[in-house]
């Protein structure tokens, strides 16, 4: 059998917040082979019980960053593992939660087409209307450590990698990768959308689940790490890592799949570069969880769009979400569009930077430069490096030849972002802004100050609304 359209692709009441001055810049420390590198100079809150509670925190989050370990296990079906998707029409979504008369036009589109997917509609009109009439219940990702990217919308037959960490005692859950262009996650439902679909459910998930289980999972972070050192940024290029995993589990599935079915599915995962995007997303959701919520810790934990709205996670604040407007991308679009055709950013995918991948590893990635428009290598390595002002340490693991092995930035510090108004870039696609139409583009945007600002005050009030009084 054929893949349907495969493409390429704060008493001491001390204030937390640090003084305005930039750090002084500095040689960063060496540290212990294993453990994540300090990062530069950076002025400290005011001291006292809370500043050592702010350091200990952030301290603990960055090990647990540095030393989380994913492993691929297999696929589950959504409705097994999802509790909202095994009841009735319900779909998840990428970003913080959004109402249905808000939904932008990629994200309607692909809640159309999830629901054609479904069967629960006939044909497109129906299906917006269910979705207009509240038949179908909306949840976010993110709520059930679920990733997806672009418009991330997951429905009860998709096929769902499920990533486990037994250490930290998580796991965490991505779909597969449709290849680019017309596909759901940027909000197509024409038929080769869904048959597509049907084809990842009914022959590429089986038999990639069963060859999985026949090799004992796949360690996602020693494979992520050579891919870095390969060319990828694990955001916008995926052509090494993608490679690399189909290399481990290519015997495998040799051995569970045969004759055309095995021809389809090993000509879709090398025509599809980006397939390992979402296994780097479902990887970097995994790392996260460990730090969801360390009272006192003013490191981000998730970062997400919906296309109206950027979501920010701090793991100080656990679960709760801080909004504001969703920025318009920067970069390159395909002929016949421009920026006025431009969706606002959003997905899910925001999560790799947030352990120091995709924009934070620009300077690993020199060819994909030209392609988000950045004009030159020099810089990709300056967004790197400007990346490392803004975080709480550098990664043990993920290193950048370029940079002489330097780890990448690992840890964004809310506090630091502030101080320096300097926000965390992140590598993304660009939709189209009507429904059912798809990619038109690739870019960079920048995560907003606001959402930043908004966080540390809450993050002051919580720390203030838990510091033990003395007066």
């Given at each position: 059998m054929g893949v349907p359209g495969a493409g390429h692709g704060v008493n001491g009441r001390a204030d937390p917040r640090p003084p305005r001055p930039r750090a002084a810049a500095g040689a960063r420390p060496a540290a212990p082979a294993g453990a994540p590198?300090?990062?530069?100079?950076?002025?400290?809150?005011a001291g006292g019980p809370l500043a050592a509670r702010i350091a200990a925190a952030n301290a603990e989050a960055l090990r647990r960053l540095d030393r989380g370990a994913p492993v691929l296990v297999?696929?589950?079906p959504a409705r097994d593992v999802i509790p909202p998707l095994a009841q009735g029409r319900a779909l998840l979504h990428a970003g913080p939660p959004v109402a249905v008369a808000r939904l932008c036009g990629p994200m309607r589109g692909a809640c159309i087409g999830?629901?054609?997917?479904?069967?629960?509609?006939?044909?497109?009109d129906a299906a917006a209307a269910m979705l207009d009439r509240g038949e179908i219940a909306l949840s976010?990702?993110?709520?059930?450590?679920?990733?997806?990217p672009m418009a991330g919308v997951v429905s009860p037959s998709m096929p769902l990698f499920e990533v486990r960490d037994d250490g930290a005692g998580v796991v965490a859950y991505g779909p597969l990768n449709e290849g680019i262009g017309a596909v759901l996650r940027f909000g197509a439902y024409a038929a080769p959308v869904i048959e597509r679909l049907r084809w990842l459910q009914e022959v590429l998930?089986?038999?990639?689940?069963?060859?999985l289980r026949r090799a004992g999972g796949v360690a996602l972070v020693p494979l992520m790490a050579r891919a870095l050192t390969m060319g990828d940024e694990l955001h916008q290029r995926n052509v090494a890592a993608t490679s690399l995993f189909l290399r481990q589990v290519a015997p495998q599935l040799a051995d569970v799949a045969a004759g055309a079915t095995l021809a389809a599915i090993l000509r879709f995962l090398t025509e599809v570069d980006q397939f390992f995007l979402n296994l780097a997303m479902v990887a970097a959701k995994a790392l996260t969880l460990?730090?969801?919520?360390l009272p006192g810790c003013t490191l981000v934990s998730a970062m997400s769009r919906n296309g109206v709205e950027f979501g920010l996670r701090v793991s100080g604040l656990g679960d709760r979400w801080i909004t504001a407007p969703a920025p318009l991308p920067e970069g390159l679009y395909f002929p016949g569009y421009t920026a006025a055709d431009a969706n606002p950013d959003m997905g899910d995918?925001?999560?790799v930077e947030t352990v120091g991948l995709g924009g934070f590893a620009m300077a690993a990635a020199p060819a994909v430069v030209g392609f988000l428009g950045l004009g030159s290598v020099r810089a990709a390595a300056e967004i790197t490096r400007a990346m490392g002002e803004i975080t709480a340490g550098r990664s043990s693991r993920f290193l950048?030849?370029?940079?002489e092995f330097e780890g990448t930035p690992l840890g964004i510090d809310v506090r630091a972002v502030v101080r320096l108004g300097v926000t965390p870039v992140i590598n993304t696609g660009i939709a189209h802004r009507a429904p059912g139409v798809g990619q038109i583009g690739a870019g960079v945007v920048r995560a907003p100050l606001e959402a930043f600002e908004q966080a540390l005050e809450a993050l002051v009030a919580a720390l203030e609304s838990t510091a033990p009084h003395t007066d």
């Amino acid at each position: 059998m054929g893949v349907p359209g495969a493409g390429h692709g704060v008493n001491g009441r001390a204030d937390p917040r640090p003084p305005r001055p930039r750090a002084a810049a500095g040689a960063r420390p060496a540290a212990p082979a294993g453990a994540p590198v300090p990062a530069g100079p950076r002025p400290a809150p005011a001291g006292g019980p809370l500043a050592a509670r702010i350091a200990a925190a952030n301290a603990e989050a960055l090990r647990r960053l540095d030393r989380g370990a994913p492993v691929l296990v297999g696929l589950r079906p959504a409705r097994d593992v999802i509790p909202p998707l095994a009841q009735g029409r319900a779909l998840l979504h990428a970003g913080p939660p959004v109402a249905v008369a808000r939904l932008c036009g990629p994200m309607r589109g692909a809640c159309i087409g999830a629901a054609l997917y479904e069967g629960w509609a006939r044909d497109p009109d129906a299906a917006a209307a269910m979705l207009d009439r509240g038949e179908i219940a909306l949840s976010c990702t993110h709520d059930w450590d679920v990733v997806a990217p672009m418009a991330g919308v997951v429905s009860p037959s998709m096929p769902l990698f499920e990533v486990r960490d037994d250490g930290a005692g998580v796991v965490a859950y991505g779909p597969l990768n449709e290849g680019i262009g017309a596909v759901l996650r940027f909000g197509a439902y024409a038929a080769p959308v869904i048959e597509r679909l049907r084809w990842l459910q009914e022959v590429l998930a089986p038999a990639l689940d069963a060859a999985l289980r026949r090799a004992g999972g796949v360690a996602l972070v020693p494979l992520m790490a050579r891919a870095l050192t390969m060319g990828d940024e694990l955001h916008q290029r995926n052509v090494a890592a993608t490679s690399l995993f189909l290399r481990q589990v290519a015997p495998q599935l040799a051995d569970v799949a045969a004759g055309a079915t095995l021809a389809a599915i090993l000509r879709f995962l090398t025509e599809v570069d980006q397939f390992f995007l979402n296994l780097a997303m479902v990887a970097a959701k995994a790392l996260t969880l460990g730090i969801r919520h360390l009272p006192g810790c003013t490191l981000v934990s998730a970062m997400s769009r919906n296309g109206v709205e950027f979501g920010l996670r701090v793991s100080g604040l656990g679960d709760r979400w801080i909004t504001a407007p969703a920025p318009l991308p920067e970069g390159l679009y395909f002929p016949g569009y421009t920026a006025a055709d431009a969706n606002p950013d959003m997905g899910d995918s925001a999560i790799v930077e947030t352990v120091g991948l995709g924009g934070f590893a620009m300077a690993a990635a020199p060819a994909v430069v030209g392609f988000l428009g950045l004009g030159s290598v020099r810089a990709a390595a300056e967004i790197t490096r400007a990346m490392g002002e803004i975080t709480a340490g550098r990664s043990s693991r993920f290193l950048i030849p370029a940079l002489e092995f330097e780890g990448t930035p690992l840890g964004i510090d809310v506090r630091a972002v502030v101080r320096l108004g300097v926000t965390p870039v992140i590598n993304t696609g660009i939709a189209h802004r009507a429904p059912g139409v798809g990619q038109i583009g690739a870019g960079v945007v920048r995560a907003p100050l606001e959402a930043f600002e908004q966080a540390l005050e809450a993050l002051v009030a919580a720390l203030e609304s838990t510091a033990p009084h003395t007066d």
